[in-house]
């Protein structure tokens, strides 16, 4: 089964920025959702950002809790799809998952994990204060 893969993940202060990569070798790559997940310590995987793949494009949709901070890009000749980190605080540290779907063709308002079937294996993030 094709997993995606996720690169960009380290350690930064607080205040930086962080551009996450993950390629999608899913056929077609075009017209799917693809999402980015975190998972902080000891706490559930929450959506945070998701794009329609492909020229036609799709959303954004961000989660509330990162809307204005987090901007999420596709490249669509290199099967990319990135998410760029602002203002990075302590409890941006997560690990960070990209994943795509096979399920659903619309999005709500949260980006739900069940909703996406494939996944990367995560790139860890970390911010120091």
């Known amino acids: 089964q094709a997993r995606l893969v996720e690169s960009g993940g380290g350690s930064v202060q607080a205040g930086g920025s962080l551009k996450l990569s993950c390629t999608v070798p899913?056929?077609?790559?075009?017209?799917?959702?693809v999402a980015w997940f975190r998972q902080p310590p000891g706490k559930e995987r929450e959506g945070v950002a998701a794009?329609?793949?492909?020229?036609?494009?799709?959303?954004?949709t961000y989660a509330d809790s990162v809307k204005g901070r987090v901007t999420i890009s596709q490249d669509n000749h290199n099967k990319t799809v990135y998410l760029l980190i602002d203002s990075l605080t302590p409890e941006d540290t997560a690990m960070y998952f990209c994943?795509?779907?096979?399920?659903?063709?619309?999005?709500?308002?949260?980006?739900?994990?069940?909703?996406?079937?494939?996944w990367g294996q995560g790139t860890q993030v970390t911010v120091s204060p």
């Open positions: 994943a795509a779907s096979t399920l659903i063709q619309t999005i709500g308002t949260e980006i739900r994990p069940a909703e996406f079937d494939f």
């Open positions: 899913l056929k077609p790559y075009s017209g799917r959702w």
């Open positions: 794009i329609y793949t492909g020229a036609r494009g799709g959303g954004p």
